[in-house]
């Protein structure tokens, strides 16, 4: 057996307890030894019995070495509520084969919408439903059962089941949601909930309503248990309170809400050994009542009365007193229920504060090192009554107290805390649960560091910052020689994944909005860092429900306010839905949303053709934003170059589905932006400049040549073959008048680095990182800050957004020189730094296919030395400098040799490798 499947999955789905589609698409990894070993033909195996007596889905054998984006869609669809199992056999080039071990899924109601009305009208508690809702019942195998329960009212609230079992279960799924966010519970078991924290993800609620999956066969005991939710507001029923921020407001202070009822849902499905099964759902026999907490603030507002927090509630031998009561069936909200199908939110690291320090008596202060998106855990001991405050922060002030930097959100020093109130029974823990935020510095009132300080306050026993961010899986690191180098990688590191949660947010802190540019412009630094595909999955489906009558895609998904002008409208934004499905097909090698996306893309172009100027572009968007806050320049060029890779994507994605017209349709109509781009922008006289460039329209009648103007065009391929080396050289010079200076906002910033990748000119890009005063990512280190600013300022409003971090694409690239070249990377090359600085660099990208590793070292001799791993699947080129480069080329196996391979690309077959570069 030469070949190993060492992993398997479903595409867009990173956990599949409750699979809610008939179609559904397969990929497995292999591993071997062995450099030629490769898949010849699969077979993909689909069934309801583990011992696959009987099929409901074979792929039967297929030839070819396919391993992603393998479609399944039974004939008549998924059983409901149901498990099935599938397995992979592999055949080799001997003709031997492999076997995958026995993956699981568990079905939740693929056929529940259609033709079904609406789930949350509550059919059960309506007297005439045997009539009006005769369809519905008539299909009980394939519909939801549980309704929505609450309490009529929009505070946090507590529901529980207790239910006897007189025997055990062998599998127990639970399927749940509750509104705005929720904590599920069995039994006081915390593992019940698998680790989630603010199930289920941010939508639009009045389309779609995720519900989520969880296996608590292992928490079930014959007997008494107890099931239930610890539900809280989130966005769904924003609530600011008497005294606290709450960003989604109008004019007059009131603020956005998809609904005003807290609501749960629930059904839990048990199988036992004999084959019987059992359901049971949320209804009025279920139990509720007020919450402890008083305050479920999405801004890191919390309020919380240890005194009235009811123990025990959520296990079995718990006394429900007068305060628990019935549940009501509510309406629920409006959106259909789907699958959570991206990364649940969970914690990640724990810090412990790194300095801590009484301000004044009963304020103390806390730095943890590192800004980061968390949830905090704190243990205080003091009397019962005692009030503690809670303030985040990304800045502190000369006297060392939270401050917030720009006089416009000075509510964020005010009006955003936690406050919990101590119930006296000794030491006591408090943990936010319904709200998180960034921040590096905590301030902790109405306490002392240490009873000998005051005996008016309650003491500090302890406190953590969690951080807590998507479960998407880590895939790569990366360090190298040079520390300045290595804390900017950390600074964009940590701003990314403290922007990851059930949306891709650019602030976790001020706004914490859906803003969509940052997707698609940092989707090839995200897929360095985190395994995002699933995630942009539902981001898509975001996007669609979002999508207005009129085609047009706002700037923002969910959108939950209504932004004006170019803020709504924005291609370089509402791009995203033809932007990220490329990149899922060439990061992932998956086209699963093509079918979903084709139509609402093409329903988003013609919404643009309308915005057309001068025959074909588009100049009424924000431009470069960021440059000098918000400058807006290079309209045309950006927005015109967004909109072209806009329509090639969407010729692409008819192509593949197979739709002629609509591919030559959108051929033509991106052959034409091309031809109108280049009229109104490039300049080919060669009379201002001895070349031909391309300048923007930000001044009529001038002609300006800039940077981003010169990186839009080669980097979108719409620079005519003969004018590129002009084109490039256009861009070397403005470089060089700019002295090294970045002149771009976020937009321009990513194929700002992407054509110092492609010119080699790592020194430029070290040099623009490296300037003292702004821009300059090295001032951000200098002044001590670990996450990135919103804008190239000092003192910013927002320290952790990632909309600056494109760079960190340009270091994998062209440092690590790793660069996915066909799809899923399938092949791909690396490039030796040897222009660079950087003397040695170490790092690793775990791609769809397996491990890529990568070592360089540079010898004092001029010569380098490479380690690197390729896997199997793939081929790695190595990339040098001129055909008469060569390179000692060992592979590591039992009978080593080397071999002297020459040129400027070399092939090396799955393995690991010692290389010898005469460059």
């Known amino acids: 057996m030469t070949l190993q499947v060492t992993r398997c999955g479903i595409h867009a789905f990173h956990e599949v307890l409750g699979i809610d589609t008939d179609k559904i698409r397969f990929f497995w990894v292999l591993k071997s030894d062995l450099a030629d070993a490769r898949q010849t033909a699969y077979r993909v195996e689909v069934s309801t019995a583990r011992s696959f007596d009987t099929l409901c889905w074979d792929s039967r054998k297929v030839e070819g070495n396919k391993q992603r984006n393998v479609l399944c869609a039974p004939d008549s669809g998924f059983q409901s509520a149901t498990f099935h199992y599938w397995r992979v056999t592999v055949w080799d080039q001997d003709g031997d084969t492999s076997q995958s071990a026995t993956n699981e899924f568990f079905t939740a109601y693929p056929r529940s919408s259609g033709l079904l009305p609406p789930y949350s009208m509550n059919q059960t508690y309506m007297p005439h439903t045997s009539l009006i809702f005769r369809t519905w019942f008539e299909d009980e195998a394939n519909r939801w059962k549980g309704v929505w329960i609450g309490d009529n009212g929009d505070k946090p609230i507590y529901v529980r089941k207790a239910l006897h079992l007189d025997r055990r279960p062998s599998r127990a799924i639970v399927f749940a949601s509750g509104l705005g966010h929720f904590n599920f519970v069995c039994n006081g078991d915390p593992s019940a909930a698998n680790g989630h924290k603010l199930d289920p993800g941010w939508t639009n609620y009045h389309r779609t309503v995720q519900f989520t999956a969880y296996d608590i066969s292992s928490v079930l005991r014959q007997g008494e248990n107890v099931l239930g939710a610890h539900v809280g507001n989130g966005f769904y029923a924003g609530d600011q309170g008497d005294d606290r921020f709450f960003w989604p407001c109008y004019e007059d202070n009131t603020y956005v809400r998809y609904g005003n009822e807290l609501c749960f ?366 400058f807006g320049n290079n309209q045309a060029n950006i927005e015109t170059a967004i909109y072209y890779r806009c329509l090639r994507n969407i010729q692409s994605m008819a192509s593949e589905l197979g739709k002629v017209e609509q591919e030559e349709r959108f051929k033509a109509w991106a052959d034409r932006i091309y031809e109108v781009y280049n009229k109104h922008l490039l300049v080919a006289d060669k009379t201002k400049h001895p070349y031909a460039f391309y300048t923007s329209r930000d001044t009529p009648g001038v002609q300006d040549r800039n940077m981003v103007a010169q990186a839009f065009a080669l980097q979108f391929s719409l620079v005519p073959t003969e004018h590129i080396a002009d084109v490039q050289h256009a861009f070397l010079a403005d470089c060089a008048n700019a002295g090294h200076r970045i002149q771009a906002g976020e937009i321009g910033l990513k194929y700002l680095w992407n054509t110092l990748a492609d010119v080699d000119r790592p020194d430029i890009v070290l040099a623009m990182a490296r300037q003292e005063e702004h821009p300059s990512y090295m001032r951000f280190l200098r002044r001590g800050e670990t996450t990135l600013n919103e804008f190239w300022q000092d003192a910013c409003r927002s320290k952790c957004h990632d909309m600056l971090g494109t760079i960190y694409e340009w270091f994998y690239e062209a440092v690590l020189g790793v660069k996915c070249e066909t799809e899923a990377y399938r092949t791909w090359t690396v490039k030796p730094p040897l222009k660079s600085e950087f003397g040695r660099v170490k790092g690793d990208v775990e791609c769809p296919y397996g491990k890529i590793e990568v070592e360089y070292v540079r010898e004092e001799s001029g010569l380098a030395r490479m380690q690197v791993t390729v896997p199997t699947s793939t081929v790695g080129y190595l990339v040098l400098p001129r055909a008469e480069s060569e390179v000692d080329v060992t592979r590591q196996q039992k009978k080593q040799s080397t071999v002297v391979e020459k040129g400027k690309r070399i092939a090396l077959k799955p393995g690991r490798y010692d290389l010898l570069l005469r460059p």
């Open 265 to 630: 849902f629930a059904e839990l499905h048990l199988f036992y050994e004999d084959g019987d099964r059992e359901i049971i759902t949320t209804g009025p026999d279920w139990r509720i009542r007020k919450s402890a907490t008083t305050l479920a603030n999405i801004y890191s507002s919390e309020t919380k009365d240890l005194r009235a927090y009811p123990h025990g509630w959520d296990g079995s031998g718990f006394h429900e007193d007068e305060q628990w009561k019935n549940a009501t069936p509510v309406t629920g909200p409006r959106g259909k229920l789907r699958y959570q199908n991206q990364p649940p939110v969970i914690l990640h690291e724990t810090y412990k504060p790194k300095t801590q320090k009484t301000l004044e008596p009963g304020v103390v202060a806390f730095d943890f090192g590192q800004n980061m998106t968390t949830m905090i855990k704190i243990q205080v001991q003091g009397p019962a009554g005692s009030d503690v405050i809670v303030r985040f922060s990304e800045t502190i002030g000369d006297d060392g107290k939270v401050l917030m930097p720009d006089p416009l959100f000075k509510a964020f020093e005010t009006d955003v805390f936690c406050k919990f109130t101590l119930a006296g029974t000794g030491i006591e823990t408090w943990e936010p649960e319904f709200c998180f935020t960034a921040a590096r510095y905590i301030q902790i009132e109405g306490v002392a560091l240490s009873s000998s300080e005051s005996n008016k306050f309650p003491t500090i026993i302890s406190l953590e910052s969690r951080h807590i961010s998507s479960a998407a899986r880590r895939l790569g690191t990366m360090t190298t020689d040079k520390e300045d180098c290595n804390a900017l990688l950390n600074m964009c590191y940590w701003s990314f994944v403290s922007n990851l949660f059930s949306y891709h947010t650019d602030c976790p802190q001020i706004e914490k909005f859906g803003w969509l540019e940052v997707t698609h412009l940092l989707a090839p630094a995200t897929q360095y860092i985190r395994d995002m595909e699933a995630l942009y999955s539902k981001i898509l489906s975001d996007i669609v429900d979002a999508q207005e009558s009129n085609g047009l895609v706002p700037t923002m998904a969910p959108e939950i306010r209504y932004m004006c002008g170019p803020l709504h409208d924005t291609i370089t934004w509402g791009g995203a839905i033809a932007l990220l499905p490329e990149i899922l097909r060439f990061y992932y090698g998956s086209t699963h949303v093509y079918e979903k996306l084709f139509d609402p893309c093409v329903r988003y172009m013609e919404y643009m053709s309308t915005q057309e100027r001068d025959g074909g572009l588009i100049e009424h968007g924000l431009g470069d934003w960021g440059r000098d806050i918000a």
